[in-house]
């Protein structure tokens, strides 16, 4: 496991909370207010970074995250603008943990060797990459984890005991459990279900298991965090962007500042002062 | 040949559901367990005669297969050259190729206990068999369809919404048949223990792929007999117009392993391929991962999807089935193109001098038999799947037809 990536989860531990995760999306809705909601994102306290990467077909993606990826590309951004992006976070951020999430194609293009290459050496810990399944190992997660990178696997409400240990085998860093059948930023789990879920993701693991998809408010980060190891909110965040845009379609002070107070509110959410 | 298994071209894909590097599984977790059990079930259905039986009843009764193998006469007079036979499967019951995969899917699905059936569609053909199937099995049916395609096939949306099916109009991306695929399978994905997918193409996550060219295969069974029967040999040439290419795929499989079999693709080269206003994956596109496979795909140099452009909207997608990126690959089948003009040419040749109003879709493949045929030796034979009719098109094709002073 990727030593940021631990380390973040033991601090987490040690101050008897779950870790919080944030999704945004890489170069949304422009490259500079991208990197500005990065550095927020540290100052309140996010744990985990996570880092899309813009696919013009995000076919597990909601319409908010969709339209973050849309916004991006249309501003020119590409994936080696967000390794770029990555790259310049590492050096202001030493400590934080920064994972990159998308999808597989932009990937294959830059060159599975050339990316995971440049994205080591720009300080990224780990890949969520949504459409491998483990029967594609061979592509990226085998050649990912031989490069240090963690390969993390989304485990889903569809996981059932025999598909489990398949998904599990090949994971590293954490697991990030899908809390509901479906795309992200549409409903929400019931606790009972995340709960029964985590104790029989973590009875098959030892590693970390974080709740994502679905997850909108402090209250909901909170909860999810004390039933698990973890949250992960990014449609919630990204939407913020999405109304808070300039005429230009380009990005503005307040976004930044929102973004700044909402995940401040979801950081106290996880460590339980609210609620 | 005694080696003609160690050497056929028909064993593919292997188990990982691999055409060479193509095809494969790319899709997300939650759909794994999903097409995982669809695999299962289809290999047991394959295994299993009543499942034959039953989709052969409905095959020749429903369908009313097997379709005719045409000599077009006049079409054939008019080139001055081979003899062209036509497959028609346009005089399937609804109007196209798609009910032939359609009927093998949904009776997969009602062995597997699954009553709600998801499709996409672009011409609206796929769209309307799904609901044809639905609505003769008592299954729910929503049907996925681009707003673009929504407005210029709207009598297939009219027919669909009479059978009963649910037609969600997709406005993401450009509104056709990438993004109706796309949001059918984020559909799936949230909807993944109760519905069924069937896919309406020769490409998705193994088995799919495989899957439909089985069940399409009936073209390329039934034509290699017909033809046996009227001129006791093989055909020269086979011809099919390619979107994802799932009637092409149908044809050529049986004579993929015919080595004096010349096959031909042919994909919409829109207006024009230098344009870059065309949906030609393999003359145009280079290999990639979307929609579950690895295959051709129009795309730029970050891996983003490119829109592809065609009259037809049949035709209107930015990939191709992985078999045929793989036979593309192995260069055993030849694959060409016809723009927007060369085939609305062609629309309007064969309902003049046969008599037949073709879809768009194959009238890309008579306007590619146009180029070759009449150069051939007149005892040479060439078939061509006319592999949907063109009532859906009139909306679209009158006026500019009108235009050209054709009408």
């Excluded at chain 1, 993606?61 to 501003?75: F, H, V, Y």
């Excluded at chain 1, 590492?90 to 290459?117: C, E, K, S, W």
């Excluded at chain 1, 693991?205 to 039933?227: C, H, K, N």
């Excluded at chain 2, 193998?69 to 003899?83: C, I, M, N, P, V």
């Amino acid at each position: 496991m990727s030593s940021r990536i631990k380390t973040a989860f033991a601090n987490a531990k040690a101050e008897g909370r779950g870790i919080l995760g944030v999704f945004v999306t890489a170069g949304d809705p422009d490259e500079g207010t991208s990197a500005q909601i990065l550095d927020a994102l540290v100052e309140a306290n996010v744990d985990i970074v996570e880092l899309g990467m813009p696919f013009s077909d995000p076919m597990a993606d909601g319409p908010a995250i969709q339209a973050a990826s849309l916004r991006a590309l249309t501003n020119g951004m590409t994936l080696a603008g967000t390794l770029e992006i990555a790259r310049g976070f590492r050096q202001r951020h030493p400590d934080t943990p920064l994972v990159l999430m998308g999808y597989y194609n932009p990937i294959y293009i830059y060159g599975v060797d050339r990316f995971l290459a440049e994205a080591s050496d720009a300080g990224v810990d780990g890949l969520i990459v949504v459409d491998l399944p483990p029967e594609e190992d061979d592509e990226l997660c085998e050649p990912a984890t031989a490069a240090g990178l963690d390969f993390i696997r989304l485990v889903t409400p569809t996981s059932d005991a025999k598909r489990l240990p398949v998904v599990l085998g090949s994971a590293s860093g954490f697991v990030y459990y899908v809390a509901i059948t479906g795309i992200t930023g549409t409903s929400s789990a019931a606790a009972d279900s995340i709960s029964a879920a985590y104790k029989r993701i973590s009875a098959a693991t030892d590693l970390p298991v974080v709740t994502g998809f679905g997850i909108r408010t402090p209250e909901q980060a909170g909860e999810a965090a004390s039933l698990s190891d973890g949250a992960i909110v990014g449609s919630a965040v990204v939407e913020i962007i999405a109304g808070n845009l300039g005429e230009d379609g380009r990005g503005t002070p307040e976004i930044v500042s929102k973004i700044a107070a909402f995940v401040g509110d979801l950081a106290k959410g996880v460590a339980g002062k609210t609620g | 040949m005694t080696d003609v298994n160690l050497n056929s071209l028909r064993n593919q894909p292997d188990e990982r559901g691999r055409f060479g590097m193509h095809g494969g599984r790319f899709v997300a977790e939650t759909l794994m367990p999903l097409i995982l059990q669809v695999e299962g079930a289809y290999k047991a259905a394959c295994a299993d005669d009543d499942f034959a039986r039953e989709l052969l009843y409905y095959q020749t009764h429903y369908v009313g297969r097997p379709s005719p193998l045409y000599f077009a006469e006049r079409l054939t007079a008019h080139y001055g050259g081979a003899k062209l036979y036509l497959k028609r499967d346009e005089l399937n019951h609804t109007g196209a190729h798609k009910i032939n995969n359609v009927l093998g899917q949904a009776l997969l699905a009602k062995r597997m206990g699954k009553t709600r059936i998801i499709a996409e569609t672009g011409a609206g053909q796929h769209g309307v068999a799904t609901a044809t199937a639905c609505a003769l099995f008592d299954m729910e049916c929503e049907v996925f369809m681009g707003e673009e395609d929504v407005r210029r096939q709207k009598p297939n949306v009219d027919r669909m919404r009479l059978l009963g099916a649910k037609v969600h109009p997709v406005t993401s991306g450009t509104g056709t048949l990438k993004d109706a695929m796309n949001e059918a399978l984020r559909y799936w994905v949230a909807n993944a223990e109760t519905h069924f997918y069937i896919i309406g193409t020769v490409a998705g996550p193994h088995p799919y792929p495989q899957m439909v060219r089985d069940f399409q295969s009936v073209i390329g069974i039934e034509a290699r007999q017909q033809i046996m029967d009227a001129e006791g040999r093989l055909p020269d040439s086979i011809v099919a117009c390619i979107g994802g290419g799932s009637n092409a795929m149908g044809l050529f499989h049986p004579f993929l392993d015919e080595e004096d079999v010349t096959i031909y693709g042919v994909e919409a080269a829109g207006k024009g391929i230098p344009s870059g206003l065309h949906a030609a994956s393999l003359t145009g596109g280079t290999p990639g991962v979307l929609h579950g496979n690895r295959t051709y795909l129009l795309q730029d140099d970050d891996g983003q999807i490119i829109d592809a452009h065609s009259i037809s909207a049949g035709l209107d997608y930015p990939g191709i089935g992985p078999e045929h990126a793989w036979l593309h690959d192995q260069k055993r089948v030849n694959y060409v193109s016809a723009t927007d003009e060369e085939a609305l040419d062609a629309f309007h040749l064969c309902s003049r001098l046969e008599g037949i109003i073709p879809a768009l879709e194959p009238s890309h493949a008579l306007s590619f038999v146009g180029t070759i045929i009449g150069d051939m030796d007149k005892d040479k034979i060439v078939i061509l799947n006319m592999c949907g009719r063109g009532d859906k098109d009139l909306g679209a094709v009158l006026p500019m037809l009108e235009e050209r002073g054709k009408l």
